[in-house]
T-cell receptor, first 111, second 114 residues
Framework: SQQGEEDPQALSIQEGENATMNCSYK?????LQWYRQNSGRGLVHLIL?????REKHSGRLRVTLDTSKKSSSLLITASRAADTASYFCATDGEYGNKLVFGAGTILRVKS | ETGVTQTPRHLVMGMTNKKSLKCEQHLGHNAMYWYKQSAKKPLELMFV???????ENNSVPSRFSPECPNSSHLFLHLHTLQPEDSALYLCASSQVAGGGDTQYFGPGTRLTVL
């Protein structure tokens, strides 16, 4: 069953702009992870944020977590054409040790 | 590369065929996973192995049969598949089977069932 839901489903921006993707989930979690998938390839882990953390940075990525709203956001600053991919949030907690993935946001960065 | 390899990368099979997907991880991890990714659907967890023992079977039809001979190798044996089984099959590994662990994915096998 699906835990996280990303919003928007698709996003198209110009190179250099910032991209923000949101993830909402239904139950309490231990942590939330963001992954990226280039077309037809495997997923690549981007960042993990624990339930007791509110914000985390990694290079051009900034992730926030609001457990009271059961939501997270992924911000990619100064986007590049190479950032074009699908982005997924994944949560654990409700289903034991399983990671449950959302349906993803398709990001297209136009050069 | 993530340290997880999958073969073959593409597979076309008829409904009466028997084939196997192979996954190998070079990361020293103890947990391995099979996922199914269909178009416009969330990633579906199929099986989880932790220290070679199956710890999760997510109500997967018996026409999919996993095998984990050791912590580095994972197979998915396929037989009498249906066209709706066409999808990208992803293998992943993590240090142990826990949601808090980062999972490392292989590139996937694109399966087409005719």
């Amino acid at each position: 069953s699906q835990q996280g839901e990303e919003d928007p489903q698709a996003l198209s921006i110009q190179e250099g702009e910032n991209a923000t993707m949101n993830c909402s989930y239904k139950t309490s979690i231990n942590n939330l992870q963001w992954y990226r998938q280039n077309s037809g390839r495997g997923l690549v882990h981007l960042i993990l944020i624990r339930s007791n953390e509110r914000e985390k940075h990694s290079g051009r990525l900034r992730v926030t977590l609001d457990t009271s709203k059961k939501s997270s956001s992924l911000l990619i600053t100064a986007s590049r054409a190479a950032d074009t991919a699908s982005y997924f949030c994944a949560t654990d907690g409700e289903y034991g040790n399983k990671l449950v993935f959302g349906a993803g946001t398709i990001l297209r960065v136009k050069s | 590369e993530t340290g997880v390899t999958q073969t073959p990368r593409h597979l076309v099979m008829g409904m009466t065929n028997k084939k196997s997907l192979k996954c190998e991880q070079h990361l020293g991890h103890n947990a391995m996973y099979w996922y199914k990714q269909s178009a416009k659907k969330p990633l579906e967890l199929m099986f989880v192995y932790n220290f070679k023992e199956q710890t999760e079977n997510n109500s997967v039809p018996s026409r999919f049969s996993p095998e984990c001979p050791n912590s580095s190798h994972l197979f998915l044996h396929l037989h009498t598949l249906q066209p709706e089984d066409s999808a990208l099959y992803l293998c992943a590994s993590s240090q142990v089977a826990g949601g808090g662990d980062t999972q490392y994915f292989g590139p996937g096998t694109r399966l087409t069932v005719l």
